[in-house]
């Protein structure tokens, strides 16, 4: 059983207390959140647990679906947090509050590292996404490449309503999926984007009904992984790329990795 720690702590617990399930067959890793019973609320231990994952990724996965046992998605961060005890051995916000700026930043920061790794070119992350996705655990939906949403899917950016701002990676992909307008109005009234809406927006590659959630996952990752690993990392570092380049800039960009592709393909001919 993996373990992991946390918050600078040297005690290691398993994946099974965080909540989490890693299964990995072949070139397709499985996460599933697996606190049901909670919604599979989030805590500084899951981020840990994600990271964790994903540094030790098996070199041959290709694939990495996020999925959550139960009704829920995910209810986002675990609601303890707000309490004056906190999470027990992961502390609360308000424990966070009395650490220097720095030190509270460095602690967001490894949260971070916990849905960074699902943008990894060589891998195409896949959440599967039933019920709700609230705060963190939209987030985690959004750090990942693709979504495919059951139509009983509730998308809600539940931060600001708490007072605070999404910090889990969320805004960017947020923004570059919807327009900086949506996002503003989406996250700054907290409201729920259904199924239907979030695929028209470009939040979700497809709709299926929740008892096709499981097959329509399986069938995407086997269409993605009928192109060859070294041409689909490389064409997925060009996507990620792009908004960031000018045409000429995208254009070079293309050249130079097509001439490693085809040095690569026909090197010995
Ligand atoms: N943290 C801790 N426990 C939670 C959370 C959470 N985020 N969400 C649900 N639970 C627990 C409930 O307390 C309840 O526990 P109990 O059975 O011991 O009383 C159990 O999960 C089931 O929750 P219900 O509310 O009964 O389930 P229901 O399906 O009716 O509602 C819903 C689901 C809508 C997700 C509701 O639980 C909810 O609103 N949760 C809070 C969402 C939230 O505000 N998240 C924070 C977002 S901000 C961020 O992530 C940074």
Redesign the pocket.
């Known amino acids: 059983m993996a373990e992991v720690a946390f918050g600078g702590s040297a005690e290691k617990i398993s994946l099974e207390e965080v909540g989490l399930r890693f299964e990995v067959d072949g070139e397709i890793a499985t996460i599933t959140l697996d606190r049901p019973?909670?919604?599979n609320?989030?805590t500084f231990a899951t981020w840990s647990a994600l990271a964790q994952i994903g540094d030790t990724l098996p070199q041959q996965v290709r694939i990495v679906v996020i999925r959550g046992e139960g009704?829920?998605f995910s209810?986002?961060?675990?609601?303890?947090m707000f309490t004056p005890e906190g999470v027990p051995g992961q502390g609360s916000f308000a424990a966070s509050a009395a650490l220097d700026s720095s030190a509270f930043e460095q602690r967001i920061a490894q949260a971070q590292q916990g849905f960074l790794w699902l943008r990894r070119p060589d891998i195409v992350s896949v959440a599967a996404v039933q019920g709700?996705a609230?705060?963190?655990?939209f987030q985690l939906a959004l750090a990942c490449d693709l979504r495919v949403l059951a139509d009983d899917a509730k998308l809600c950016m539940?931060?600001p309503a708490?007072g605070?701002v999404?910090d889990?990676t969320g805004t960017k992909p947020l923004v570059d999926l919807v327009g900086l307008s949506r996002a503003v109005e989406i996250c700054l009234t907290a409201r729920t984007v259904g199924a239907e809406e979030a695929a028209r927006l470009g939040l979700a590659e497809l709709v299926v009904a929740p008892q096709e959630l499981e097959g329509a996952v399986r069938d995407l990752t086997a269409a993605l992984l009928a192109t060859g690993r070294d041409a689909a990392t490389a064409t997925k570092r060009l996507l990620q790329g792009a908004s960031g380049r000018t045409l000429e800039e995208q254009c070079a960009a293309e050249r130079r990795e097509q001439v490693v592709r085809i040095k690569s393909l026909f090197a010995g001919s």
């Open positions: 019973e909670k919604r609320a989030q009704p829920s209810a986002g961060i675990d609601l303890r709700h609230i705060g963190a655990g539940k931060e708490l605070l999404p889990l």
